[in-house]
């Protein structure tokens, strides 16, 4: 019976998680329970840039980008700030650039990406 409880439990939270997928009016916004991911530690040794991003408005948004970056080769750590609309990436310069992760971003179909100086 515990097992069901919990299957059951992590089953019903999916669906509220995942609540603004794909419309971000207000009151769906409001019902992504979310999380956005937690930031890693950057490599000293790592070339880093800042993404701008618009379009993130929740957990599931930031978890979007940072899937999308790192998909990117080359792509080490992305670190999503979802109140700043700001990415800090580091990265392997050898293997990828800025334009390529703007790319990746704008890719989404539901973010706008910039460079952030």
Do not use: W
């Amino acid at each position: 019976m515990r097992m069901l409880t919990i299957v059951a439990a992590s089953l019903l939270a999916v669906p509220a998680a995942l609540a603004c997928e794909g419309d971000h009016s207000a009151e769906k916004r409001e019902s992504c329970h979310m999380p956005a991911p937690t930031a890693e530690a950057l490599p000293a040794d790592a070339t880093q840039a800042s993404l701008e991003v618009n379009g993130m408005t929740c957990g599931a948004c930031a978890t979007k980008v940072q899937t999308a970056l790192k998909g990117v080769e080359g792509v080490q750590i992305a670190n999503v700030d979802l109140d700043k609309k700001l990415v800090t990436i580091a990265y392997d310069k050898s293997k990828t650039d800025t334009a390529k992760m703007i790319a990746a971003v704008n890719a989404t179909g539901k973010f706008t990406a910039t460079l952030k100086n």
